[in-house]
């Protein structure tokens, strides 16, 4: 790289699409993603997020990428076409609670739930940290539920989609 920094400055979290074709790799002190072609074992190409890139979450559907972007409090998308290999940057979109960590879609890749960090001063750790619920389609995010608790990161989903779990960190 022109700066200096590897493309892949300290990678965090990987994550496949459906088919496991491609592996998707934050790299938080790059503000990049990495997208591997899984079977070829090989680099395709590393696009350029947000400061802080934590998670990079595919949806079901495949059509997209989530990134999650810890300092910019936004979330990149990366428009993905798996059959031809093309990976393209979206809308970037604003959250309203700092430090943004995880994303998950529900099955049908319509909605994103998007945990925060929260106030990391809190005195009491379960009054701070929310989750944004963004719309995939509009790319905005349409409601905020919490507080959940600081440090929340790991979200999932049920197999049937009717419940979300996630942790809420350490105090």
Do not use: W
């Not at 989750?131 to 959940?148: A, F, Q």
């Amino acid at each position: 790289d022109e700066d200096g920094k590897p493309a892949t400055s300290k990678p965090h979290m990987i994550f496949f699409d459906s088919g496991t074709k491609y592996a998707y790799v934050a790299n938080v002190g790059a503000g990049t993603v990495t997208i591997i072609d899984v079977s070829q074992r090989e680099i395709v190409t590393t696009i350029p997020t947000g400061n802080g890139a934590h998670a990079a979450v595919p949806s079901p559907d495949d059509k997209r990428v989530y990134v999650v972007n810890m300092r910019d409090a936004t979330i990149t998308e990366i428009l993905t076409d798996i059959e031809k290999g093309t990976f393209t940057v979206g809308r970037t979109i604003k959250v309203s609670e700092m430090m943004p960590l995880c994303a998950v879609f529900t099955n049908d890749s319509k909605k994103a739930y998007i945990s925060a960090m929260g106030n990391l001063t809190a005195s009491d750790p379960m009054s701070t940290g929310m989750m944004s619920v963004i719309d995939v389609e509009s790319g905005m995010e349409v409601k905020t539920v919490g507080p959940l608790g600081k440090n929340g990161c790991g979200l999932f989903l049920s197999e049937d989609g009717s419940k979300l779990f996630g942790n809420a960190g350490r105090p």
